[in-house]
């Protein structure tokens, strides 16, 4: 074998190494990138997983709450007018719908963010003085403006601040866009506050002609 033929033959074979070689290094990095890009949409998926449970909690908590702040005015508006009628009012309807709400509400504390948080804690507050107001109309020295201030209480502002409470937690989930809705939020609580200490105070100075403290929340 000539010198031209052993060149001939020694740079085919290392065509053919250094073909396979790079062949091999370039299939490794086409895997590496291909492992890589399932890592990366399989971890996508699980954020994206997370966030859905993340809001389906969120829609499943402002759910009971809504339901739990509508369900303790209706019991307590049903205690007034029965009680108006000369029924024999069973506690245990009302009672269990102020701590179903406080169940709800305690968890809620612990979610809520700062702008839902002030209205159901504002909310919190108007229902306790509306379960006072309910448990202080036997004892009323005048009981049909005792019976009427209940009724207009839970009709009017009790209403407004469980739709309040409704209408801002759809907002927080994007339910609802208003552009003018914090300024409509913060008149709208603003109503139920002073509508709640109007109460507070009336109730205070009906207390002591009362026989026994008034409950609490």
Do not use: C
Not at 5 to 23: D, E, K, P, R, Y
């Amino acid at each position: 074998m000539d010198v031209t033929t052993l060149a001939v033959a020694l740079i085919s074979v290392g065509g053919t190494l250094g073909g396979t070689l790079g062949g091999s290094v370039l299939s490794q990095r086409a895997r590496r990138a291909e492992a890589s890009e399932q890592n990366h949409r399989a971890e996508s998926e699980r954020e994206q997983q997370r966030k859905e449970h993340a809001l389906q909690a969120k829609r499943d908590l402002y759910a009971h709450l809504n339901t739990a702040a509508r369900a303790y005015r209706i019991a307590a508006r049903d205690a007034v007018q029965a009680a108006e009628r000369g029924e024999d009012v069973d506690p245990a309807p009302l009672d269990a719908a102020k701590n179903a709400w406080a169940d709800q509400y305690s968890q809620a504390q612990m979610a809520l963010v700062k702008d839902v948080l002030q209205v159901a804690s504002s909310l919190n507050r108007a229902l306790g003085i509306g379960y006072s107001a309910v448990k202080q109309l036997p004892n009323s020295p005048n009981p049909d403006e005792a019976y009427q201030r209940a009724k207009t209480w839970f009709s009017g502002p009790m209403s407004d601040g469980v739709y309040l409470l409704r209408v801002t937690l759809r907002h927080d989930l994007g339910v609802e866009t208003d552009p003018h809705f914090e300024q409509t939020r913060m008149q709208m609580l603003a109503t139920l506050d002073n509508a709640r200490d109007n109460l507070s105070r009336l109730l205070t100075a009906e207390r002591p002609q009362t026989a026994g403290p008034t409950p609490q929340t």
